[in-house]
């Protein structure tokens, strides 16, 4: 019965098999749930304050400067120290500005912005340290064979996440705001205590870029640069992106396009959640086992193919799928993607290079908003999507070009890979 039990369900038998995993799924969780429960109040809060939409993109300016302007040092930091007191440090200065938050917003006669922003500037320095020394731990919880299974299920669970928080957020500041705050402090709390029981994560093996110097800051950027395997990998993902993202475009699709309104809108912006979430429960349970490189590459231009039947639809359901299916080859790029970066980097260097690619998987969305919405202003919604699909699909032709080392790319866990990434042949 143990023997059917595991090979009908792969997935429940990894997280019996590596109790640290849920562990470390429970602090992703409860932290992505926060964050998002948390970006609701705020928004309301700032915009009823305000009246101003501007106001709504200093909330986002806010939490993403200090990312940009910190990665080189939160990377040193999470190979320097032991990445569990990082993570647990920042889940508790974020704890703190709830708390500061709440009792300054209970406190305040009118709704004012200004002091926001400060706490938010706080929030994002810590989230800044948060993630290089979160993606850099994960190798230490679960290895081997198991781990491109692990960054699926790490993945599927922060993607359901991601789709609840707003929900659940919006629904508890409407019935009681200070409840929220409580309930969001709490979830940080919550994941600060589970991180203190992570396995490993501890500093790195001493070496010469221990110390922080411009060599050792920098170390993470140099390595990148010198593994061609991750420089496409990192590359390849922003590009792809950054021309194929269609995130800004839906609130014209919906209104003019498609006329679904508000509601159809917020199914919209589900859809691609719901597929990686999908997608993602299904790599937990049958995990990738060769051709690694040349999948991710079918899977870009699989993401490339939807953003173009996207563009192309007059149809809400048509739209539904393809969105869907976009963040489901998405989740597939991203879990190879994840694996590959991880295992091609040595654990010193790591919290570096997971800087470097949050950054540029960051950047990605950010700077693929503002593209979006400039070729719509130019060319028109339609052209400026199609366009976007039409630029992933060629990426992925000049990228399977330039870096053979992403075709090269196998099996998942073995020497091959990194292998590939120095450009031995």
């Not at 023997?3 to 992505?32: V, W, Y």
């Not at 192309?312 to 869907?324: D, P, R, T, V, Y």
């Not at 991203?334 to 570096?352: E, F, K, N, S, W």
């Amino acid at each position: 019965m143990a023997l059917e039990t595991s090979i009908r369900h792969p997935l429940l038998n990894l997280l019996q098999k590596q109790p640290a995993l849920r562990g470390f799924i429970a602090i992703r969780c409860a932290d992505e749930l926060a964050a998002q429960m948390m970006n609701v109040a705020v928004g309301w809060y700032v915009y009823a304050a305000t009246d101003d939409p501007m106001s709504l993109a200093y909330v986002g300016l806010a939490q993403f400067l200090p990312n940009i302007g910190l990665v080189l040092i939160a990377g040193h930091v999470a190979d320097r120290f032991d990445r569990r007191k990082v993570i647990a440090l920042s889940l508790a200065v974020q704890a703190f500005c709830v708390a500061t938050f709440e009792a300054w917003s209970a406190a305040a006669t009118a709704p004012v912005a200004g002091p926001v922003y400060v706490l938010l500037l706080v929030i994002g320095t810590a989230r800044a340290f948060y993630s290089p020394a979160m993606s850099s731990l994960l190798p230490h919880v679960v290895s081997g064979e198991d781990f491109p299974r692990a960054i699926a299920a790490v993945s599927s669970a922060f993607q359901i996440s991601s789709l609840a928080g707003p929900a659940v957020g919006g629904l508890i500041y409407a019935a009681n705001g200070p409840t929220l705050f409580a309930v969001v402090a709490g979830l940080f709390f919550f994941a600060m205590a589970q991180a203190r029981r992570l396995p490993g994560g501890g500093r790195a093996p001493a070496d010469p870029a221990s110390e922080l110097t411009d060599e050792s800051v920098f170390a993470g950027i140099r390595y990148v640069r010198s593994n061609r395997l991750l420089l496409g990998l990192i590359s390849l993902d922003l590009f792809a992106v950054l021309l194929g993202g269609v995130t800004a475009l839906l609130p014209i699709y919906a209104k003019d396009i498609l006329a679904v309104g508000p509601i159809g809108l917020g199914w919209l912006r589900c859809a691609p959640g719901v597929g990686a979430a999908i997608v993602g429960v299904v790599l937990a349970h049958r995990a990738i086992a060769r051709g690694a490189g040349r999948l991710m590459l079918v899977c870009v231009a699989g993401f490339g193919l939807a953003t173009v039947v996207f563009a192309l639809s007059e149809s809400f359901w048509l739209s539904l799928a393809a969105l869907a299916a976009a963040g489901g080859f998405d989740m597939i790029s991203m879990v190879i993607r994840h694996t590959l970066v991880q295992v091609a980097t040595p654990d010193g260097v790591r919290g570096r290079v997971s800087a470097v690619n949050g950054v540029f998987v960051g950047a990605s969305g950010e700077l693929g908003e503002f593209e979006s919405g400039a070729t719509a202003a130019l060319f028109g919604t339609v052209p400026a999507a199609l366009l976007g699909g039409l630029g992933t699909l060629a990426v992925v032709v000049l990228w399977a070009w330039l870096f053979p080392e992403l075709r090269r790319a196998d099996n998942l866990m073995t020497a091959e890979t990194s292998e590939a990434g120095t450009g031995r042949q």
